[in-house]
C-alpha cells in the first residue's frame, strides 16, 4: 500500500507540461490532490485560466494566488514582455527567462497555505535532468529550502519532486504511464508566449518540450 494515500498533497501547479504531469502523479499517490497557481505577472493571463480549465478536468480543488510583486523585484523576460527571450543559457550568466527568487517564494507560499490546511505534502514538477540553467530547479535547493520551510514553521513538510531527475523525453515517458499523455500534450500550455499544446515552437519551453516529445514518440514506435 502506498504509505501517502491517507494523506493529501498541494501540488504547485501552472498548467504546463512538468506540473500537470505532476498532478496526475500526485492523484495517483495521495489521498486528495490541491492545485495553486500563481500569478505573478507572467507574459500571459492564459497560463492562469489554462491551469482552471486543467484542475476542473482533474477534478481537484484549485485556487490562485496572487504574487504579482514578483515581478517588481528583478528584470526577467517572462515579466517584462520589453525584453526578448534568450533562446539558451548565455555563457557567463542565467538565461533572462530566469525569475530570480520565484521557486523560493512559491514554495514559501505553498508551504504558507499548506501549514493552515494541515498538509504537509508539496509536490512541484522542478528538474535538475532539464532546468534550463535555473539554480532553483536543482535538488539541492530543494533539499534546503524543504529544511528551511520546516524550520521556520516547526512542521514536518515533505516537498516531491517526481521530475527531478527525467529528462524531456522521461516526463512525456511518464504523462503516458499515468494514462494522461494526449492531455499533456493538447491540453497544457508550456509555452512562454502563451500557445497551448505545441506552442510557437520557438521560445525555449516549446524548444525543450517539442524535442523531447520527438524523442519519446520515436523510441516508442520503434519497441
Known sequence: MNEYKAQDALVLFSGGQDSTTCLYWAKQNFRQTHALCFSYGQR????????????????????VLDTVI???LAPNSLTDRSMQMDREKPADSYPNTFVPG??????????????????RHLVTGVSEADY??????????????NATLNL?????????????????????????ELGVFD????????????IPADGCGECPACLLRN???EEYLAERKSQ
Open 152 to 176: 521556520s514553521m516547526d512542521k514536518q513538510f515533505v516537498i516531491h519532486t517526481p521530475l527531478m531527475w527525467r529528462n524531456k523525453k522521461q516526463v512525456w515517458q511518464l504523462a503516458d
Open 44 to 63: 500571459h493571463t492564459q497560463e492562469v485560466e489554462n491551469a482552471r480549465r486543467l484542475a476542473a478536468l482533474a477534478e481537484v480543488p484549485f485556487r
Open 183 to 194: 492531455i499533456v500534450r493538447n491540453e497544457t500550455l508550456t509555452c512562454y508566449n502563451g
Open 132 to 145: 534550463s540553467g535555473y539554480p532553483d530547479c536543482r535538488d539541492t535547493f530543494i533539499r534546503s529550502a
Open 70 to 72: 514578483i515581478s517588481q
Open 102 to 119: 520565484r521557486n523560493l517564494l512559491f514554495l514559501t507560499f505553498a508551504a504558507t497555505l499548506a501549514y493552515a490546511q494541515d498538509i
Open 211 to 213: 524535442k523531447g516529445l
